[in-house]
T-cell receptor, first 114, second 113 residues
Framework: DTEVTQTPKHLVMGMTNKKSLKCEQH?????MYWYKQKAKKPPELMFV???????INESVPSRFSPECPNSSLLNLHLHALQPEDSALYLC?????????????FGPGTRLTVL | GQQLNQSPQSMFIQEGEDVSMNCTSS?????WLWYKQDPGEGPVLLIA?????ELTSNGRLTAQFGITRKDSFLNISASIPSDVGIYFC?????????????FGKGTTLSVSS
């Protein structure tokens, strides 16, 4: 089983709202990732969690706040977003933290900021 | 930073035709991954390549890991309408902090029946 689940599937929020995206995997993977993807572009890395600790933050604005409550869950808390933050947000996981391991993606959350 | 050069950018083919796309890099990668993405969905792993020279098939898909470790190609034989989507090559790039995937810019495939 190589399933990564994400909720919600779609999210519409105003610029003053606070919302959260959720990601879950039960493959025992030790690394989890958040990516942002604009239409017709490749995914762009936002954050990497290794063994439940934030290991990479690709200079993401503080209005995006990641959280890893346990080895199976990854959250992305959203606050005071801008319309340009509208995108597909993808979660991924991999068995290994370092090296050349394969990453498996969830179906994504389509975020629209009004 | 690291870049993967993927070509072609788009392809328009007839059902039943074969398709080929490739990815090159100026740096050596130890793994090459090929993903397919349908609109509004996450990328789905098609083929993973772990060894230089490796040729791997998955149904009508065949991918090869270049012998120099700086390139890879993906072939689709006898295309069908459900092959429509965006195909991305990707390579894991590890540093002290962790591993990030470097993506090509994608090949958009359109299939007419």
């Amino acid at each position: 089983d190589t399933e990564v689940t994400q909720t919600p599937k779609h999210l519409v929020m105003g610029m003053t709202n606070k919302k959260s995206l959720k990601c879950e995997q039960h493959m025992g993977h030790r690394a989890m990732y958040w990516y942002k993807q604009k239409a017709k572009k490749p995914p762009e890395l936002m954050f990497v969690y290794s063994y439940e600790k934030l290991s990479i933050n690709e200079s993401v604005p503080s209005r995006f706040s990641p959280e890893c409550p346990n080895s199976s869950l990854l959250n992305l808390h959203l606050h005071a977003l801008q319309p340009e933050d509208s995108a597909l947000y993808l979660c991924a996981s991999s068995q290994a933290v370092w090296g050349t391991d394969t990453q498996y993606f969830g179906p994504g959350t389509r975020l629209t900021v009004l | 930073g690291q870049q993967l050069n993927q070509s072609p950018q788009s392809m328009f083919i007839q059902e039943g035709e074969d398709v080929s796309m490739n990815c090159t890099s100026s740096s050596i990668f130890n793994t090459w991954l090929w993903y397919k993405q349908d609109p509004g969905e996450g990328p789905v792993l098609l083929i993973a390549l772990y060894k230089a020279g490796e040729l791997t098939s998955n149904g009508r898909l065949t991918a090869q890991f270049g012998i120099t470790r700086k390139d890879s190609f993906l072939n689709i034989s006898a295309s069908i309408p459900s092959d429509v989507g965006i195909y991305f090559c990707a390579g894991p790039w590890a540093n002290q902090a962790g591993t990030a995937l470097i993506f090509g810019k994608g090949t958009t495939l359109s299939v007419s029946s």
